[in-house]
């Protein structure tokens, strides 16, 4: 109850394409959801995030779609660009807690 | 802003060493930092959290003997792996949480430490 689960784990995007990453958890006790973009041999950076009372939230080219009632959330990369190739992590904070329950991860990589 | 950094970057010793691993909160307050393991191609796994000035929360399978973590100061928390061996190698994170009055504060993280032990 306490995994979130994410996919796919590995995409391929054409330069200019949309990007999607999916992530479905169980546990309706999570109230934050934040996306982290890790480079190779770097730490997690935080990309955007999301509260549940809240459907749908941009920051440029990307996008976290959040849909409560199938306990689902995504991020969509706009304009999918070499340099977003990287691995992206979903994630869930439970109310109460600060801990941070990941997702598995998705290596991205955008073909120029 | 909200800037961690983490030391060493990389470290190789022999087995049987310990080794220090610095976490510091460059711009701002951290009442609460995370110790985080990740292996090659996999995600992170936590293996404890560090609140200033009280004992470490660690994860169940996770050996508070072997991993011991202190929480000085509100900007700087320490991982030491004591007796290091080759089954300790692995890529090591931190992150850190800014004092808050809102609870849900984003997790900033350091650009981790490759340990390799030989």
């Known amino acids: 109850q306490q995994q979130v689960k994410q996919s796919p784990q590995s995409l391929i995007v054409q330069k200019g394409g949309i990007s999607i990453i999916n992530c479905a958890y169980e546990?309706?006790?999570?109230?934050?959801f934040p996306w982290y973009q890790q480079f190779p041999g770097k730490g997690p950076a935080l990309l955007i995030a999301?509260?549940?009372?809240?459907s749908e939230k941009k920051e440029g080219r990307f996008t976290i779609s959040f849909n409560k009632s199938a306990k689902q959330f995504s991020l969509h990369i706009m304009d999918s660009q070499p340099g977003d190739s990287a691995t992206y992590f979903c994630?869930?904070?439970?109310?109460?807690?600060?801990?941070?329950?990941f997702g598995t991860g998705t290596r991205l990589l955008v073909s120029p | 802003g909200a800037v961690v950094s983490q030391h060493p970057s990389w470290v190789i010793c022999k087995s049987g060493t310990s080794v220090k691993i610095e976490c510091r909160s460059l711009?701002?307050?951290?009442?609460?930092m995370f110790w985080y393991r990740q292996f090659p191609k996999q995600s992170l796994m936590l293996m404890a959290t560090?609140?200033?000035?009280?004992?470490?929360?660690?994860e169940q399978g996770v050996e508070k003997d072997k991993f011991l973590i202190n929480h000085a100061s509100l900007t700087l928390s320490t991982l030491t792996v004591t007796s290091a061996h080759p089954e300790d190698s692995s890529f090591y994170i931190c992150?850190?949480?800014?004092?808050?009055?809102?609870?849900?504060?984003?997790?900033?993280f350091g650009d981790g430490t490759r340990l390799s032990i030989l």
């Open positions: 992150s850190a949480t800014e004092l808050s009055e809102d609870f849900n504060q984003p997790q900033h």
């Open positions: 546990n309706t006790a999570f109230d934050y």
């Open positions: 999301i509260r549940p009372d809240v």
């Open positions: 994630a869930a904070q439970l109310t109460g807690f600060q801990k941070l329950v």
């Open positions: 711009d701002f307050q951290a009442t609460t």
């Open positions: 560090s609140n200033e000035g009280s004992k470490a929360t660690y």
